[in-house]
Structure formats: structure tokens, C-alpha cells
């Protein structure tokens, strides 16, 4: 039996239709992501509006937190909050799936549910009502978790295929592997987007001398990380949390 390999053309072609399939997914996996974790990350509110949120029966779930539990280990996961009987954050979500949070200014006890004094005033309503208020409620997050789940399933997608093809995939032309591995590590998936445009969408005809190592790679990741925190947070600042929340 005469066993017949795959002419260079042929393979060459395959190669071609993997790789254009494969930018096009990547694309279309992070525009799903990117508005879900936009929607669900949570967003700095006030006592008062919390309060008016209950009083319209706007609220889903309720707990205290000590802090967010936010190890950033890659780009695609989003702060969760830290249960504590006697936390002072409140952080509760309503029913369109969103994330709010605001500061306990009030002196918490342990000898109440919540870590709350119902005798203290809120000036709207009291903190009894708000404790009889929540008392029912769920802590899961409803809506809001299973939007996260969904924006997490297709940031986890995103990064096996991403990291996939450039551990077994051909050598990358502009960079090598170590170079884009630390560049794609970059928040908001800014990393892979910009390896999946200089390698899939838009690659030299042939490797580039002196290609970024390893060591180039990790530095792009530190100057910039820095600075889209730093763009981030201005941005926080001229158009509010809820545009830019966090």
C-alpha cells in the first residue's frame, strides 16, 4: 500500500484556513466577553442608594464584605467580595445583572445580624428597615453571577485557543513565543488582541530580525500594564463609575 503525504500546497492551504478562522474566532470571543465584564464589574455606589434601591424591591442579593478578593490571575476574572459578618462593604446586585458597593459609615456590631445596629439612623428610613429588608435575601448574586460565569467561560476560551496556537502553532514572525506570552498577558485582553492583529491579521512576510525576546516581552507587560491603569483611572475620574466601573 503506497501511502500518499499531503503536497506543500496543500498543507500550506490548510494552515491558511486555520489561521483566518481562528483570528475571526478570537475577535468574535472577546466582543462577547468584553461587554459582559464591562456590565457585571462592580460599580462604587452609596448607603442611600442602596436603601432606595430596597425600597423599590430593586435588589436581588446582599451581603458584607471585608474587601475584594481580586488575585488578578488573568485578565478575563473579575473581583469577587469577601464575605465578613462585620465587613464594612456592602455589596448587593440588581435585577439587569449589575454590581453595586458602597462603604459602611456607620459603627458595625457583631451583636446584630449584618454586623448592623438597627437602632442607628440611616436618614432614610432607619437601619432596622434596611436589616428587616435584606433579611431574606439571597448571596449568590443571582443575574449578576451567571453573567460573570458566561463572561468568564468566554475569556477561558479565548485564552486556551490564544495560548494553544502559540505553543503548537507555526513560530510567530513579529515576536517570539515568549515575547507575545508575556505581552498577552496585558488586562482587558489588550495583549492577545494585539498578537492576534500582528500575527493573524496583519503578519510580516517574513520573521522580523531581531524579533522581541522574552525579556522584551515582560517589559511591555510592566510599562504597559502601568499604563492602562493609569488610562483607566483617569478615565474613572472624567466619566464616572458607571462608564468606567471597578
Known sequence: MVEVSPSPARSSGGRAVVAVGLRWVLLVLWVLWAPLAWWVEPRESTEAQLDRDLAAGQVVSYQRAYGWADDDAYW???????????????????????????????????????????????????RDARRTAIADLRTDGGPAHRIGIAASLFAGVLTLLWLGRLIVGAPPLAGTRWFWFWVGLLPFGVGVLAWTYRELWRPPPAPVPGRGSGWRGFGWLILAGVGISLLVSVARIVFGTTVVPG
Request: proline share 12%; hydrophobic share 20%; aromatic share 10%.
Open 76 to 126: 478575563g476574572s473579575r473581583p469577587r467580595p469577601q464575605y465578613a459578618t462585620g465587613g464594612g462593604l456592602l455589596v448587593w446586585t440588581v435585577p439587569n445583572g449589575q454590581t453595586r458597593y458602597a462603604f459602611d459609615t456607620s459603627p458595625a456590631s457583631d451583636s446584630y445580624p449584618g454586623g448592623v445596629d438597627p437602632s442607628a439612623d440611616s436618614g432614610s428610613g432607619g
